[in-house]
């Protein structure tokens, strides 16, 4: 894990990524009109907001109980515990609103740090949910043009949590949930968790499906350095295929899921993932879907860009899925939002793209402009 700093990190552009590689994404259907540096709008304030969609933070009880579980030992298991990436997870005040303010940043969507309160026994779970869920209310409160929410969930007490989901929602006005993908290895392909999925569907709010440490089968296979770069977006995109995989999304098909570091690489395997499950559904004569895999990850997801503000990658995404499935997130604290909104603005896509991976994106996913303090917008 990286602190928030810039150091050390090469943002160097490959040589291979010149004028040619760009204009040849543009055909595939992405919307490139200037190379880095050119026509875009880093020197000067944005003609739109710039919402930032997958921040975290954390509080002083989180930080405690995970402490308890970890027996006192920093561990990315139980969540940024210690290091200095902690005092910036707690600072939900004028720290991060400089921070914000400094990198051209308008909106934090904040999210409490993976694994949320994943990791604690359920009664503990439950209790920190909602206590935080209030703590995210009552930042907002303070910060109400700044900053929105999601909702803590704990899948350890499904039923608990859509009542929680509800309330969340319809009282404290936050504006979906998070799920830092598996609960003691199970995902939420069990039928045990889809009352957290149908409150969400019922409530017209999106999911966002964050990583944490991969679950114990994946995790025991990752060479030091590469739990999270490979492991979690392992992790994820496995969860991802699972939920397509189970007819998840047959059940729920108005169910909104928003995944981060620009898709967990499902978006650039997306046409091998549909060509093998057709070769081996029909070599071993499996049943299939109603639909192709790829069509209900085109219906159903919505991918961020947090941690993955790389030029390549999001080309490559827009291509895939089209300009209005990508929102822009930086992953403060743990990545410099300065540096993600430097990238931004210098990708090589129409500053019309840029206004909808970090304005109107957003804004329609997450509901943002219904009722939204200090919004002169109208309900989309
Ligand atoms: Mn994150």
């Known amino acids: 894990m990286s602190g928030n700093d810039s150091s050390g990190r090469s943002r160097t552009r490959p040589a291979a990524w010149n004028r040619r590689a760009l204009l040849g994404a543009a055909a595939l259907g992405g919307a490139v009109t ?10 000067g304030p944005a003609a739109y907001r710039r919402i930032s969609c997958e921040e975290a933070f954390t509080t002083a009880e989180i930080v405690e109980a995970s402490r308890a579980v970890a027996h006192g030992v920093p561990s990315m298991r139980s969540g940024p515990i210690a290091g200095p990436i902690l005092p910036p997870l707690l600072d939900v005040g004028a720290g991060r609103i400089a921070d914000m303010d400094a990198a051209g940043v308008d909106i934090q969507i904040l999210s409490l740090t993976a694994p949320g309160v994943q990791h604690l ?6 209790a920190l949910m909602r206590s935080t869920n209030d703590y995210i209310a009552a930042t907002i409160r303070a910060h109400p043009t700044r ?11 499904p039923a608990a949590t859509a009542v929680e989901l509800d309330r969340a929602v319809r009282t404290l006005g936050l504006r979906g949930g998070i799920i830092n993908s598996h609960t003691a290895g199970e995902y939420l392909d069990e039928p045990k968790f889809w009352p957290m999925l149908e409150a969400a569907q019922a409530l017209d709010v999106p999911i966002y499906l964050h990583p944490r440490d991969p679950a114990p089968d994946l995790s025991g296979s990752m060479l030091p350095g590469f739990a999270v770069g490979w492991g979690y977006g392992v992790e994820v995109g496995t969860h991802v295929l699972r939920l397509i995989g189970a007819g998840v999304l047959d059940r729920f098909p108005r169910l909104r899921i928003v995944i981060g570091h620009m898709g967990e690489t499902i978006p650039v395997l997306l046409d091998r993932i549909d060509n093998r499950y057709l070769w081996e559904t029909g070599l071993f004569n499996r049943p299939r879907l109603a639909r192709l895999p790829s069509e209900y990850f085109r219906t159903h997801f919505w991918v961020t ?5 790389y030029p390549a990658p999001l080309v490559a995404t827009i291509a895939q899925l089209g300009i ?25 896509i129409a500053d019309e793209d840029k206004r ?10 997450f509901g943002l402009d219904r009722g939204l303090p200090g919004s002169t917008k109208q309900e989309p």
């Open 324 to 348: 209005d499935r990508v929102i822009f997130a930086a992953d403060y604290p743990l990545e410099s939002e300065r540096d993600a909104v430097r990238e931004m603005n210098a990708m090589p």
């Open 305 to 309: 860009t947090s941690g993955m503000n």
């Open 121 to 126: 026994e359920k009664g503990l779970a439950v």
């Open 147 to 157: 900053y929105t929410g999601l909702a803590v969930m704990a899948p350890q007490d």
């Open 34 to 43: 200037a190379l880095p540096g050119q026509g875009s709008t880093a020197a």
């Open 356 to 365: 909808k991976i970090c304005d109107t994106n957003p804004a329609l996913v």
